[in-house]
Each structure stands twice: as structure tokens, then as C-alpha cells.
């Protein structure tokens, strides 16, 4: 495993930092107070190839793979942590799901929109009733001969209200539990039967939409099955390890900023005739910040090399987002102890990075599980996929 940047990846870091600060930072305030989403910003990630990682160039790949990926996804996050939505929601998700299970006209058809930008991605699994246990969903696909008929609610789906093209997960084999689901292609803009409501009250992630997706006789073409018919947790539990890395970066990257602002504010900020960083205390936090925030990040990166070299990274990917997870919601509380009532003004962005953190102990696996992942691997009660 190599620390250091290549040239190229130099150049996707350098690129994805002015994309972010030109495209991203001048709108967070605004964006903030109005829980607004740019979905131009999606299309401009798309035209400089931002959304194309380890995905074929015959389908609009940009030819580059996870590390870049990673580097790309954790300055843009660094910025804003919504945004590092795009990359998962649209390449890390349904796109490479679609490459590793679809067949020839799926990965034609449906790719090259989610790579450009043209298309907003999805992916659904989540219920009212099913977070963790994913096999306990309750949606049903039933198969009508020549097309299935869904019905069923998700909750809780990122851009579910925005996306043009979309994972749907659903029972195909009542009773059959994990062995029962099938995942489907969802076209949102043409299917009928499907209502779609924007989740408006929640703690943080204000830019990025969340919805409830409701399937009320759902009409889906035959050929929109993805994959083996009933191998739809296997096909989940592959995606989950894919995308957990967009939670595992934009954690890792959140933490990065709150240290960053800290610095700068415990030079800048003077108390008792010298900067607060002077003081033993200040240092102390500083300093497990960063321990931290090098530990997360390279636990990013080794998960991201191990992806790319094809080899199990299922506990690793865990590893990453559980230790990223608690790195940043450790530097967002302590961030905002470092600014002092400064921090508690929603002027500066502790409140923020606060509120985004939050969500990394939750989506696409809890803490808990991840270290249920973590220990199952390691105690050998599963296999390191
Ligand atoms: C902002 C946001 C965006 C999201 N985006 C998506 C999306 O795009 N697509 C999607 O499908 N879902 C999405 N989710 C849903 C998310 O993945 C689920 O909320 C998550 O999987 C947890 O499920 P739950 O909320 O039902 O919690 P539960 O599963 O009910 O868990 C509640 C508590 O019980 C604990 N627990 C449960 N099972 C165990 C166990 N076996 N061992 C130990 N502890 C356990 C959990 O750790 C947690 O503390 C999103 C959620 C949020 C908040």
C-alpha cells in the first residue's frame, strides 16, 4: 500500500477541491436555511467525470477506481458532507451495482445517465418496520407473467423523491426472509403507481433529499429484475459494502474540516492575552482530533486499495466507517467546545458538522452492526468478503 499520491491523483484531488469551493461552498448558508438541493451540481460532477469511478469506460467510466474515488468524494465532503451523496447515490450504488449483476441492456441502458449526471440515483432497502433486519422488508414484487406488480413503502431513501433511476429491493419469495429478495431497476419517471414524499424534519443533511417512496400497484417491466431472481440480499449486502465507503469518507472528511476550523480558530481566537491554542487543554483536544482524523483516514484509504486490488474488504469497509463515524462526531463535539459560544452561533458550522455527523452512526448500517461485522469476521463466524 502506497501513502503517497500518484499524479493523477494529485490532479483528482486538486479538481474535486475547486469544484467544491467554487461549486459548492458560496451555496451552503443559503442551501442550509432553505434545505435546498442543486441538482445542477449533480450534472456539473457529471461533466467533469466525478461520478464514473471503477465503472467500464464503454459506460462512461472515467477510467480511474476507488482511490481516486475516495479522494474525489472527501474533498468535495470536506466542503459539505451532502454532496458526497452524488457519488454514492449515483456511481458507488446503483451504477456499479448494475455493472457487477445486469445484463448487457441494463448496464447500456441505465449507466451512462447515472454517470453523467443526467440521472439522479437511488438505492432503496430501508422500511418503517425494517432497518437493520433488511430481511425482514415487508414490499412484495409480484410476479404478473409479463411484468411485477410492486407493492410496499420505503422509508428514509436518500434523493428517493429526486431520482431518476433507482435500486428497489422487495420481496419476491414470501416467507423466504433474506433468501426471499430480489433487487429491481426502478425508472421512476416512468412508472406508475409510485408517490414519492420528501422527509423535511430532519436533525441534519439539509441540502440532500430524503424520502418516503410508497408502491401502490406499481407497474415494473419484467426486465427490470437485476440479478438472480431471489439473490436480492446477496446483491444488497454487496452494494452496502460499496456504498458504506461514501459514509466512511464523507465521516472521515467531516472530521477533517472540524479539526481544520479549530486550528485556524485556536491560533485566531485570544484569551487571556494569547491564542487559546497555547493552552495545554486546547492542545490536548487538537491533538486527539487529529490522531483521529490520520486514523480514519487511512482506514479509508486501506479499504480503497483493497477494493481496488479485487481482494475481501468487508471488515476493513467496516472498519472505516465505524472508526470515521466516531472520529467525526468526536471532532464536531469538540469543534464546537473549541469555538465556545462562537460555536453555538449558527454563523460558524459546528452546528452543522454536529448535526451531519450524526447520521454516520446510523445509514447503511448502524454502529452496532458494523461491529457485529467487525467481530463476525474476525472471531471467523462469517467470511471477510
Ligand atoms: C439521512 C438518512 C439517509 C438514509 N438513506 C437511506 C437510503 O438511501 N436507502 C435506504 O435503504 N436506507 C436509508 N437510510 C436508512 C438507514 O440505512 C437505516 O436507518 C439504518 O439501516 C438503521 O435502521 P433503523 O433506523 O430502522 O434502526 P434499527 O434497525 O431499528 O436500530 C435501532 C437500534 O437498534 C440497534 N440494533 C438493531 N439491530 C441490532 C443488532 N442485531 N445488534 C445490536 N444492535 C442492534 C441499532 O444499532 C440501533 O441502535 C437512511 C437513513 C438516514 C437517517
Given amino acids: 500500500m502506497d501513502f503517497g499520491f500518484t499524479e493523477e491523483q494529485r490532479m483528482v484531488q486538486e479538481m474535486a477541491r475547486s469544484f467544491a469551493e467554487k461549486e459548492i461552498a458560496p451555496f451552503i448558508d443559503e442551501d442550509e436555511k432553505n434545505h435546498h438541493y442543486r ?5 456539473k460532477m457529471g461533466e467533469l467525470g466525478l461520478l464514473g469511478w471503477s465503472i467500464p469506460e464503454e459506460y462512461g467510466g472515467n477510467g480511474m477506481g476507488w482511490m481516486e474515488g475516495v479522494i474525489a468524494l472527501y474533498e468535495i465532503a470536506k466542503v459539505h458532507t451532502s454532496w458526497r451523496l452524488s457519488i454514492s447515490g449515483n456511481c458507488w450504488g446503483p451504477a456499479m451495482t448494475i455493472n457487477e449483476y445486469g445484463t448487457e441492456e441494463q448496464k447500456a441502458k441505465y449507466i451512462p445517465d447515472l454517470i453523467s449526471g ?18 425482514a422488508m415487508k414490499t412484495f414484487a409480484e410476479d404478473k407473467g409479463d411484468h411485477w406488480l410492486i407493492n410496499g413503502t420505503k422509508m428514509w431513501i436518500s434523493g428517493g423523491h429526486v431520482s431518476d433511476i433507482g435500486l428497489l429491493y422487495a420481496v419476491t419469495t414470501e416467507g423466504g426472509g433474506p433468501r426471499g429478495l430480489s433487487c429491481f431497476i426502478i425508472d421512476y419517471n416512468n412508472t406508475p403507481g409510485i408517490t414519492r414524499i420528501p422527509i423535511h ?25 437485476l440479478g438472480p431472481l431471489n439473490k436480492g440480499f446477496q446483491i444488497c449486502m454487496w452494494q452496502l459494502n460499496n456504498t458504506r465507503m461514501g459514509c466512511a ?9 472540524c479539526l481544520e476550523g479549530s486550528v485556524n480558530y485556536a491560533n485566531e481566537r485570544m484569551q487571556f492575552g494569547q491564542p ?4 495545554q487543554m486546547i492542545q490536548q483536544q487538537i491533538a486527539e482530533m487529529k490522531l483521529e482524523d490520520d486514523a480514519a483516514k487511512y482506514l479509508v484509504y486501506r479499504a480503497a486499495w ?12 467496516s472498519m472505516a466507517k465505524l472508526y470515521a463515524c466516531n472520529a467525526a462526531v468526536h471532532a464536531a463535539n469538540v469543534a464546537m467546545k473549541i469555538y465556545g459560544s462562537y460555536g453555538y452561533s449558527t454563523e460558524y458550522p459546528c452546528g452543522r458538522w454536529l448535526r451531519d455527523a450524526k447520521q454516520f452512526e446510523t445509514l447503511e448500517g448502524t454502529s452496532n452492526i458494523h461491529t457485529t461485522i467487525i467481530a463476525g469476521i474476525e472471531l471467523g463466524y462469517q467470511p471477510n468478503r
Avoid: Y
Avoid at 249 to 257: I, P
Avoid at 276 to 279: A, L, N, P, S
Avoid at 306 to 317: A, N, R
Fill in 118 to 135: 443526467k440521472a439522479v440515483g437511488s438505492f432503496a432497502m430501508t422500511e418503517a418496520n425494517s432497518g437493520s433486519d433488511v430481511g
Fill in 201 to 225: 424534519e430532519k436533525v441534519g443533511m439539509w441540502p440532500a433529499p430524503t424520502s418516503e417512496l410508497v408502491f401502490e400497484n406499481a407497474v415494473v417491466p419484467k426486465e427490470n429484475l
Fill in 39 to 43: 441538482r445542477e451540481i449533480l450534472s
Fill in 276 to 279: 487559546i491554542g497555547k493552552f
Fill in 249 to 257: 469518507t464523507g465521516a472521515a472528511a467531516l472530521s477533517a474540516a
Fill in 306 to 317: 483493497l477494493k481496488d486490488k479485487g481482494l475481501p474488504s468487508q471488515q476493513e469497509t
